[in-house]
């Protein structure tokens, strides 16, 4: 045993295992893990990325000007209120080693993202999870867990892995049942995918009061995962304290010029926005006929449940036999599920046949 020792909360930590993406034995597979948009890079991205590969000797913009202008014009914010992040990772972490800490407790639904656990033992934070109702976080439940010692609550809305949604009712009736130093970090990862109409990804309360936070991300419609891009909204007082804590340097260049040619590029969100819903609903269809039960899902994700965690084994196998790579989901107590990222046409497609196959085969 060394003597040298990370604080304890430290090796508590189960270490992050992102999607899978090779298959031994296999050439041409296709990563339907991670949830990166169906369309890969947006073209005006590529090229400005590319642009900077001559500048790479230069600093990036410490304070994210242009990024943040260029977020706010888009979703109509106030700039002064963005923070940019290296992924909304980097973000979640500086909120939480910035209001947690040891002595302090985290809430977060059961199924609820597991950055949220990683970064809070991080910090030294003790992990509150809730029981969901139906795979979707339960308020009552949330605010019962709520103690003297709570300082954050995370919740994603839409909700990774598990697709669900809380209508902004739901989101205010939270808010409201919460102390005043109690910060709620809405995670809205997945928010450009939801067409419902009430929808609001947490602007709404951000500018209403002084202590909720949303976090956004260029990973998932806009199809910027390997630069690490992120962002977040929120009151003054917050703004100024993760901009004391994070890098000074904390987005890189050519990650900025990524993200802002990615917002310019035209129809690019729409067009994501009508392939996810056509194909999320299609492939929900086409797994249910099939004898699966899907969960309703908001994002551009579908949670299918095989039952058994030995069947939905079997449906993994099934589905790397072809090339397909699913996200198990025993990371998140459940087993008996695979995530599945909504692809192109012909992936989905590829998935519905494997699938369709398998369960016959079991029938
Ligand atoms: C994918 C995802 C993120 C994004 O993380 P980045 O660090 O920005 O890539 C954040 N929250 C949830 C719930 C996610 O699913």
């Not at 304070?63 to 973000?91: F, M, P």
Request: with cysteine.
């Amino acid at each position: 045993m060394p003597t040298l020792l990370p604080r304890p909360s430290i090796l508590s930590i189960e270490p992050y295992v992102g999607g899978e993406s090779k298959i031994p034995g296999v050439n041409r597979i296709i990563k339907l893990s991670s949830n990166e948009g169906a369309f890969g890079v947006p073209p005006g991205a590529q090229a400005a990325y590319a642009k900077l590969a001559a500048e790479l000797h230069r600093y990036p913009d410490g304070g994210s000007t242009a990024l943040r202008q260029a977020i706010a014009q888009r979703y109509g914010l106030d700039a002064e209120r963005i923070v940019c992040g290296n992924g909304s990772d980097e973000l979640i972490g500086h909120i939480i080693m910035a209001y947690g800490g040891e002595g302090t407790e985290l809430v977060m639904s059961a199924h609820g993202f597991v950055m949220y656990d990683i970064a809070g033992r991080y910090a030294g934070c003790r992990i509150i999870k809730v029981p969901e109702r139906n795979l979707t976080a339960d308020v009552d439940a949330l605010l019962a867990a709520v103690g003297p010692r709570t300082r954050l609550m995370f919740l994603a809305n839409p909700n990774n892995p598990t697709g669900s949604i809380l209508p902004q009712s739901e989101i205010e009736r939270l808010r409201a049942g919460l102390r005043e130093d109690v910060l709620l970090v809405l995670d809205s990862a997945y928010a450009e995918y939801v067409t419902r109409p009430d929808y609001d990804p947490g602007v709404a309360l951000v500018e209403a009061g002084t202590n909720t936070i949303m976090t956004r991300t260029f990973s998932k419609v806009f199809g910027l995962g390997g630069v690490r891009l992120g962002w977040t909204y929120a009151p003054p007082h917050i703004t100024d304290v993760l901009n004391r804590v994070r890098g000074p340097f904390n987005v890189n260049a050519p990650a900025m010029a990524a993200g802002i040619a990615a917002l310019a590029e035209h129809g690019w969100v729409e067009r994501s926005v009508a392939h996810n819903s056509e194909w999320r609903a299609k492939l929900s269809d086409g797994l249910q006929a099939a004898g699966i039960t899907v969960h309703p899902s908001e994002g551009n994700f579908i949670l299918a449940d095989f039952g058994t965690a030995e069947r939905a084994k079997g449906a993994d196998a099934a589905l790397k036999a072809r090339g397909l790579i699913v996200r198990a989901m025993g990371s998140y107590s459940l087993p008996q599920c695979l995530r599945i990222t909504i692809g192109t046409a012909e992936e989905c497609s590829m998935v519905l046949d494997a699938l369709t196959g398998f369960m016959r085969g079991t029938a």
